[in-house]
């Protein structure tokens, strides 16, 4: 009777078996014309959704990231210093980190974040700018491991100065 019910067992798994293998099989193949490289966000689990993030009006950013540019000590206000002191450099890495990856890197968005940290409009524009300065030149160093030693090292080298003229905070890089 053992010996029946396993001779059973070993037809059904030998049957879904077949299945399985026709279905991996056509899993791995490409439909013509089709696009089947997987996105960033497949690879690394994260569900975001970048083209709703890069929707953004470009204009705007650009013209917003000039302005923030342009400013100098622009966290060096009362308010802005009083975050700052009070925790804001202590998490700064981390809340920027998190600004910056949940908005896909995105200036508008990553400015809106760091301002409900309680920035102020044009520190917040530089810290956003700090974002796309480090996705621009850093991404490869940065994306699986921002406190990677070459990652820190590029922001540093490629970003911190922007960073500095722009907000006067001597910040970015860790």
């Not at 067992?9 to 299945?19: E, G, I, T």
């Not at 899993?27 to 929707?55: P, W």
């Not at 705007?60 to 923030?68: F, K, L, R, T, Y």
């Amino acid at each position: 009777m053992a010996l029946r019910i396993l001779v059973t067992l070993l037809a059904f798994v030998a049957a879904r078996s077949d299945d399985i293998e026709a279905a991996m099989a056509a899993d791995d193949t490409c439909a013509a014309g089709g696009d089947c490289s997987l996105e960033l966000n497949q690879l690394r689990g994260i569900k975001v959704h970048y083209l709703e993030a890069l929707e953004d009006d470009e204009e705007e950013s650009a013209q917003v990231e000039e302005e923030a540019e342009l400013e100098g000590g622009a966290c060096t206000g009362g308010g802005d210093m009083g975050v700052w002191k009070a925790g804001g450099r202590r998490s700064f890495d981390a809340a920027l980190n998190h600004c910056g990856r949940s908005c896909a890197a995105g200036f508008p968005c990553t400015k809106d974040c760091m301002q409900k940290k309680g920035y102020s409009a044009g520190c917040a524009s530089c810290m956003a700018q700090l974002v796309g300065c480090s996705r621009d030149h850093c991404m490869n160093q940065c994306i699986t491991n921002d406190k990677a030693p070459a990652c820190t090292h590029c922001v540093k080298a490629s970003c911190r100065h922007k960073m500095k003229a722009c907000s006067g905070l001597n910040a970015g890089g860790h």
